[in-house]
């Protein structure tokens, strides 16, 4: 009878994972923060050669949990459910070159901008694509659900594209690229180049850009005194000089926005 019991518990223990029915929320430490990323996202959130996370996001978000007291939990997500995960309590805040726009402002609190950034078109070095209509006929590539899909769909040139194939991370996409299967992809500037820094030679950006954009942390709705105390922690780091500090290491510049 005992054994009946475990397994019945075991199987209803089970049932409960895989129906969101026991606490979905990483850590349960309210002292910690559990933060959302894709972990795919260079140079702001990306898997170094030990697979460890590292990037600028990941440094300033730590910087930022120091500051205010707290210890942070980086939780890979998929990007594509990013406010379902916030809005669940599976992550507290979504920080990874997370852009400010209308419409994620009506399901989230955003914090004041601290990046900017823009969507541009990457193609390869040799390919004849220079401006945004030479894209006429072509097949692009973005990553799926991103700001790089909306600023697409907001210019005229979306219409005369072939083809829009999306991908779940932008490294799937230049993968495609780099092979042949896109002729050019929609990519956060900040994003190509890293990556052009890294593979000198193989990727080149057209001058016109699609969108400017800036990036802020989103916070769940409703929870305003998490956003205040963030906020705090974000213009301290500013007035000290710390995160003009990390971003010098990571873009050898402070492009940090006061």
């Not at 005992?2 to 309210?30: H, M, N, P, Q, W």
């Not at 996202?41 to 440094?59: C, V, Y």
């Not at 390919?127 to 697409?152: E, F, P, R, T």
């Not at 956060?188 to 000198?200: A, L, W």
């Amino acid at each position: 009878m005992k054994r009946l019991s475990t397994i019945v518990l075991s199987s209803i223990a089970v049932f409960a994972l895989l129906t969101g029915c026991y606490s979905s929320k990483v850590s349960e430490d309210e002292n910690t923060l559990v933060i959302g990323v894709d972990d795919k996202f260079a140079p702001l959130g990306f898997r170094d050669e030990k697979n460890e996370l590292t990037g600028f996001d990941i440094d300033y978000a730590t910087a930022t949990a120091e500051k205010m007291g707290r210890t942070v939990t980086f939780q890979p997500i998929d990007w594509k459910t990013k406010e379902t995960e916030l809005s669940s309590g599976r992550i507290d805040l979504i920080w990874n070159g997370y852009t400010i726009t209308e419409d994620r402002k009506k399901k989230v609190l955003f914090t004041k901008p601290y990046l900017s950034n823009a969507q541009v078109i990457a193609t390869l070095a040799e390919s004849d694509i220079k401006k945004l209509d030479d894209l006429d006929g072509k097949i692009v590539g973005l990553q799926a659900l991103s700001s790089a899909s909306d600023a697409l769909s907001a210019n005229p040139i979306e219409k005369k594209v072939k083809t829009v194939s999306e991908y779940a991370d932008n490294v799937l996409a230049l993968t495609d690229l780099k092979i042949g299967r896109v002729d050019a992809v929609v990519i956060d500037e900040v994003v190509i180049d890293y990556y052009m820094s890294q593979e000198k030679g193989t990727y080149k950006v057209i001058d016109e850009e699609l969108a400017p954009e800036e990036y802020g942390v989103g916070v769940k709705k409703g929870n305003e005194e998490l956003l205040k105390e963030l906020q705090k922690a974000l213009d301290e780091l500013s007035a000290d000089g710390t995160a003009a500090q990390i971003s010098k290491k990571w873009f050898n510049e402070d492009k940090i926005l006061k």
